[in-house]
């Protein structure tokens, strides 16, 4: 059975720093994608960073703040969010597929994987 566990969220003031974490276990994704998604109250669950091999995909909302990294021999994806801002605020969510093409990275229903998520609260 394949589980996605994130951690590390929390709640940080604006222009502050998290790393979220992500740790696989039932199945490795060395050569599949792991991204990150994020879901803010009312709002529809988006696309923020994506790796596979060592190709990153981010959002043009996050692209300089975020930093998505992945160990292989740990089986896990780490994003460090720098930079923080009040509408970064959301579940974050993270993603895993071995099956997923790079044309469809950015897209959630390419993902077969899921974790259960992580609060991400920035005050200003």
């Known amino acids: 059975q394949v589980q996605l566990v994130e951690s590390g969220g929390g709640s940080v003031q604006a222009g502050g720093s998290l790393r979220l974490s992500c740790v696989a276990s039932?199945?490795?994704?060395?050569?599949?994608?792991m991204g990150w998604f994020r879901q803010a109250p009312g709002k529809e669950r988006e696309f923020v960073a994506a790796?596979?091999?060592?190709?990153?995909y981010y959002a043009d909302s996050v692209k300089g703040r975020f930093t998505i990294s992945k160990d292989n021999a740990k089986n896990t994806v780490n994003l460090q969010l720098n930079g923080l801002k009040p509408e970064d605020t959301a579940i974050y969510y993270c993603?895993?597929?071995?099956?997923?093409?790079?044309?469809?990275?950015?897209?959630?229903?390419?993902?077969?994987?899921w974790g259960s998520g992580t609060q991400v609260t920035v005050f200003s």
């Open positions: 993603a895993a597929s071995n099956t997923i093409i790079t044309s469809t990275l950015r897209n959630s229903q390419a993902y077969g994987y």
């Open positions: 039932g199945r490795s994704f060395s050569n599949g994608a």
């Open positions: 790796i596979r091999w060592s190709n990153t």
